[in-house]
């Protein structure tokens, strides 16, 4: 009977340890999961992106879904990225190696979307290295696939994304509001200066085209509203976001007297989402 008793005792923890590392070879070792590991980048700050598919996955399948990991000293920050419109995963590998990078004192490393025409689709995270920490600033726009696009002479360019999708207009009329930021202490922070004449040329043109719709002769109110709103929606945007009070309150004046009631509470209720000065890389 103690022999028994023995025997159950050494042989029940060893079924419970195989079975355990049987589950985990299931998930990890190609049951589940096809996992490679791809290094991007080698230096003070190491940079390895980590693929990922089920069992099913075709080398034809699309798009790839990576993992970054940006690594240094014992510091570690994941960065999502789903890489596609290339032929294969040495392609893809290829494009990351090529987005990631420095430029100055900061390290860029790619975060795509893996397609669409989302204006912020395509970013890249921004780190750096202060008091011998790894610290993650936040992330921006990335246009061409190069890193840092977005830096630029100590600023940093992104886009107010706050009204892409709003109830007045289009995706492609929505307000487009390029903010400028520069790094102080590890953070981003928004300087509404730059961001304001950054923007003011496409602010005067719009208030050209302004008038331009409402001396012109034999439109109709509705089409003379439909052609507003695009412009109007746009700078009482701009200058909220700036906290350009006149301004503001110009534009608010041509829209109420521009557009229909309807459209009016439509529009006001669009602007409460804009919040003067507001970090968007921080969502």
């Known amino acids: ?121 395509n970013t890249e995270h921004v780190f750096t290295i202060r008091q011998d920490q790894l610290t993650h600033i936040g992330k921006v726009r990335n246009d061409d696939g190069k890193p840092g696009s977005s830096y630029k002479n100590g600023y940093f360019f992104d886009v107010y994304d706050k009204l892409e999708v709003n109830s007045l207009t289009s995706h492609v009329d929505s307000p487009s509001i390029v903010i400028v930021m520069r790094e102080m202490e590890g953070r981003f922070m928004v300087d509404l200066e730059r961001t304001w004449h950054e923007n003011l040329d496409k602010y005067k043109r719009n208030l050209e085209e302004i008038r331009r719709i409402k001396i012109s002769g034999g439109i109709k109110r509705s089409s003379i509203e439909e052609s507003l709103i695009t412009p109007v929606l746009f700078n009482a945007a701009l200058t909220k976001y700036c906290r350009r009070q006149k301004e503001f309150e110009d534009a608010v004046r041509e829209a109420k007297s521009s557009f229909s009631d309807d459209t009016f509470r439509i529009f006001e209720d669009v602007l409460t989402k804009v919040v003067p000065g507001e970090l968007i890389s921080a969502r």
Do not use: H
């Not at 003070?44 to 970054?68: C, G, H, L, M, S």
């Not at 960065?79 to 004192?105: H, L």
């Open 1 to 121: 009977m103690e022999s028994r008793r023995g025997y159950i005792c050494v042989i029940l923890p060893l079924l419970i340890f195989f079975t355990i590392i049987l589950s985990v070879e299931s998930v990890w070792c190609g049951k589940r999961f096809l996992y490679k590991q791809f290094n991007i980048l080698s230096g003070k700050v190491n940079v390895q992106a980590n693929f990922v598919a089920t069992e099913a996955w075709d080398v034809n399948e699309r798009p790839y879904d990576f993992e970054i990991l940006v690594t240094y000293d014992r510091k570690q920050f994941k960065v999502p990225s789903i890489i596609n419109g290339v032929r294969n995963i040495d392609e893809a590998v290829s494009q990351i190696k090529e987005s990631t990078g420095w430029k100055d004192n900061y390290l860029f490393v790619p975060s795509e979307c893996g397609g669409g025409n989302a204006w912020r689709c």
